[in-house]
C-alpha cells in the first residue's frame, strides 16, 4: 500500500559521478574525510566492501540518477540515519530532486545538525552502545521513486472539481517500523560467513556516534510510487587487515627477485 511519508528535504548540490560509486537509481559513495578521498571498492562474493581507517571521519555521498525525485531511506549498522529506530525501509529518509545530491556526513540529531559518521570499534559503535550490535559493519540505502500524478484535462473540469483536487492533495504522515529487510537479511548472512574468518588482525569496525556538525534540512511531503524499494544499495565495510585477513582484498604481488634472469654478465652503467 502506497503512503504519504514525511520525509526530509536537503539544500541540493550537483555532485560528479565517482568511480566508487555503487547503485544504478542512485549513485553511492563512501568518502573518508580524514584522507579527502573516496574510498575504493571491492566486489567480492556478489557484495560491496569498503575498509575503513578506524577513528577516521566519514559521509556517504547519494546522487540522484533519476529524472524525478526520489527518497533515500538510509541505514547505517541497522539503524535508520535520520530518526535512530532500527532501519526499516518504511521509514522516513532524504529526498533528492532530479540529477542532484547530498553528503550526508552523520546521525541526525534535528534539522539543523548531525553527529558525524566515523569508523571505531565495534564495541564503540552507536549500534553497540545503544544495545543493537547484530548488523554493525553494513550501510544500507533503500531508493523509492515519487507517485507520479495522474494526468488531468483542466478544460473539461469546473472549478467545483478543481477546487476539491486541490483539498485532497496528499498530507505529510509520518510513519514507523522495525528493521531494514534486505540489508538487514544480508548483513546476517554475511556475519555468520565471518564469524570465524583466518585471524582476523583488527576488532571489527562500526560506526560512532561522533561530534556535532551543522547541515540543515526541512521536512517535505513525497508519495512513494511502491511500497517496496526500487532499489537497495548494501555496502559492507570493515578494516583493511580484516577484509585481507577475510579474502575480501587480495593480497598485493610482491616482486620477489630472480636467480637466472640471463644468461651472461653485462656491462655495469
Not at 495522474?150 to 467545483?160: F, H, W, Y
Request: with cysteine.
Amino acid at each position: 500500500m502506497n503512503i504519504h511519508t514525511a520525509a526530509v528535504a536537503i539544500a541540493f548540490a550537483v555532485l560528479s559521478c565517482n568511480a566508487g560509486a555503487i547503485g544504478s537509481f542512485a549513485d553511492v559513495t563512501v568518502y573518508d574525510r580524514a584522507e579527502n578521498r573516496v574510498l575504493p571498492v571491492y566486489y567480492h562474493a556478489g557484495r560491496y566492501y569498503v575498509a575503513g581507517t578506524p577513528g577516521n571521519e566519514y559521509q556517504l555521498t547519494i546522487r540522484n540518477q533519476q529524472p524525478g525525485d526520489i527518497m533515500t531511506v538510509v541505514s547505517v549498522d541497522g539503524i535508520n540515519a535520520v530518526s535512530g529506530e532500527t532501519a526499516d525501509w518504511n521509514q522516513t529518509g532524504y529526498v533528492f530532486g532530479p540529477n542532484t545530491g547530498y553528503s550526508i556526513k552523520g546521525w541526525r540529531k534535528n534539522l539543523q545538525r548531525v553527529a558525524r559518521f566515523f569508523f571505531t570499534a565495534l564495541d564503540d559503535s552507536y549500534a553497540a552502545r545503544t544495545g543493537r550490535p547484530a548488523n554493525v559493519g553494513v550501510i544500507g540505502i533503500a531508493v523509492f521513486r515519487r507517485k507520479s500524478e495522474p494526468a488531468i484535462s483542466l478544460g473539461r473540469m469546473s472549478e467545483d472539481k478543481r477546487d476539491a483536487g486541490r483539498d485532497s492533495a496528499p498530507r505529510a504522515e509520518v510513519q514507523g517500523a522495525p528493521a531494514e529487510r534486505a540489508a538487514g537479511n544480508a548483513a546476517e548472512a554475511t556475519r555468520g560467513a565471518a564469524a570465524s574468518p583466518p585471524q582476523a588482525a583488527d576488532k571489527a569496525l562500526g560506526t560512532g556516534h561522533g561530534a556535532s556538525e551543522t547541515a540543515p534540512v526541512r521536512y517535505t511531503g513525497f508519495e512513494r510510487a511502491s511500497s517496496s524499494p526500487d532499489e537497495v544499495i548494501t555496502i559492507y565495510y570493515d578494516s583493511y587487515r580484516n577484509l585481507l585477513a577475510q579474502g575480501v582484498i587480495r593480497a598485493p604481488n610482491l616482486a620477489r627477485p630472480t636467480p637466472f634472469p640471463g644468461q651472461f654478465v653485462p656491462d655495469p652503467r
